[in-house]
């Protein structure tokens, strides 16, 4: 199993134009931090090109940056796998975000510049997180423009599906060789026992809805498909199936992202998150595989775990490690990313909507309040030791929980019940 890594870059809310490349200090300490990744064996990683900063202004590209960065990797003989737009992380010109008509175009066009800026770079994700992004923008009101219904959330999505098309397209035009990892949530939507049918009726529909970025941009969203009624009812017509039918693109790659909170349990009247009964990564993916099978495509693609993380100790953090890597030897995973390498700022607390500083505890290497010094602990040992091949999924230390984390994980817990437990010894958690 090969791992990665990458780095959180995401926009703030407007009208904030900071990021968390400023915010985690990325932005000055870039070469550390790619030299860091180096050294821990990794070769490969996922790594945002900030259209934000670099096209402030339509038509004006400043590259300064990102030259430096790309020639930092090359220095270092990492591969990055370029992700154009990483959630809200768009220019400030591009107003009703990705709601505007013209949204598609010009993401197809940043992507031809970036192509040409970067001939060596031959991975991309062309928009990371694809539903989560259109809920929060377009359905829950979190993220600009704020949308908060179905109105806006169906067109959306038909916006986001079409730029990742003809992203793709403009690649492949550059560089057939070029390959595509597409990206997105890896969730699960379960039913409390004596939940009445209306919770059922949603559950199902949550679970359909799982795959819908997917099935816009495979062109298999038609009459036949459990969503059609719901994506015609706001919009969806036959033109736009004709369209993506044209311009459906391959899907070599579907990477996975599997958090906790992906998987939840509906109760009249509520939500439990995480659920209580998780089923686990493995689960999952076989129920992933199942969907794509069921396409009848050429090609199925290959899923590899694009993200995961758990927010606490760095003894939670590394527990939880062991439990996915065991989850994806099980799933015979071939590609494992743990996100981000170093802690993130702004997740925790407000979702990106406000710019602050406050550490958010989920990396490999953690970050004091100051942000200026990379921390290591025994989970960057531990990390860098998988990615050399130095270490087995059995011989990560597995630790006891520690509160909140013991809280949230508890339906984990027959799962793991198997390993030897060691004494956590606790460090900071950043």
């Known amino acids: 199993m ?32 790619l030299r860091l990744v180096q050294e821990a064996g990794i070769h490969t990683l996922r790594y945002a090109v900030p259209w934000h900063r670099i096209e402030r202004k339509r038509g004006k590209r400043d590259w300064g940056w990102m030259d430096q960065a790309m020639d930092t990797l090359a220095a270092n003989g990492l591969e990055p796998i370029l992700d154009l737009v990483h959630h809200i992380s768009i220019p400030p010109w591009i107003r009703q975000g990705f709601a505007h008509p013209e949204y598609p175009y010009w993401q197809a066009d940043f992507a031809c510049a970036v192509a040409d800026r970067y001939p060596g770079a031959t991975k991309y994700t062309p928009f990371n997180e694809p539903l989560a992004t259109g809920l929060l923008a377009g359905r829950h009101g979190v993220w600009y423009p704020f949308g908060k219904s179905d109105d806006v959330f169906v067109p959306m999505m038909i916006n986001i599906a079409r730029a990742i098309c003809l992203t793709c397209e403009a690649l492949l035009a550059h560089n057939p ?78 990477g996975l992202d599997y958090y906790a909170h992906a998987e939840r349990e509906y109760f009249a009247g509520g939500t439990r998150v995480p659920s209580p009964t998780p089923r686990g990564f493995a689960a999952l993916v076989d129920e992933y595989q199942a969907h794509f099978a069921a396409l009848d495509l ?83 040992e531990v990390y860098g030791q998988l990615a050399r091949g130095e270490l087995t999924g059995a011989e990560i230390p597995a630790y006891a929980f520690q509160s909140p984390v013991a809280e949230q994980l508890s339906g984990y817990r027959p799962q793991i019940r198997h390993w030897t437990w060691e004494e956590a010894e606790l460090q900071p958690t950043g």
């Not at 959180?8 to 550390?32: G, I, K």
């Open 177 to 254: 060789a070029m390959e595509i990892i597409h990206v997105d949530t890896c969730e699960s939507h379960q039913v409390a026992p004596q939940a009445p049918d209306d919770v059922r009726r949603f559950v199902a529909f949550c679970n359909d809805r799982r795959f819908l970025c997917d099935d816009l941009i495979l062109g298999r969203v038609d009459e036949g498909h459990p969503l059609f009624g719901y994506l015609q009812k706001y919009g969806y017509t036959e033109e736009d199936h004709a369209w993506f039918t044209a311009h459906r693109v391959p899907m070599a790659v579907r």
């Open 298 to 380: 050429a090609v199925a693609p290959a899923f590899w775990l694009t993200e995961t993380n758990i927010r606490g100790y760095h003894t939670d953090r590394l527990s939880w490690l062991k439990y996915m890597v065991e989850q994806a030897e099980q799933a015979n995973v071939p590609v494992f990313g743990w996100f981000p390498f170093i802690d993130s700022t702004g997740w925790g607390e407000t979702l990106l909507r406000v710019p602050h500083t406050h550490i958010d505890p989920v990396g490999i290497y953690w970050l004091d309040e100051h942000r200026e010094q990379r921390h290591t602990s025994k989970l960057a």
């Open 2 to 33: 090969q791992f990665i890594t990458g780095f959180e870059t995401s926009r703030f809310m407007p009208p904030y134009r900071s990021d968390v490349l400023h915010t985690s200090n990325h932005l000055r300490l870039f070469r550390e931090d």
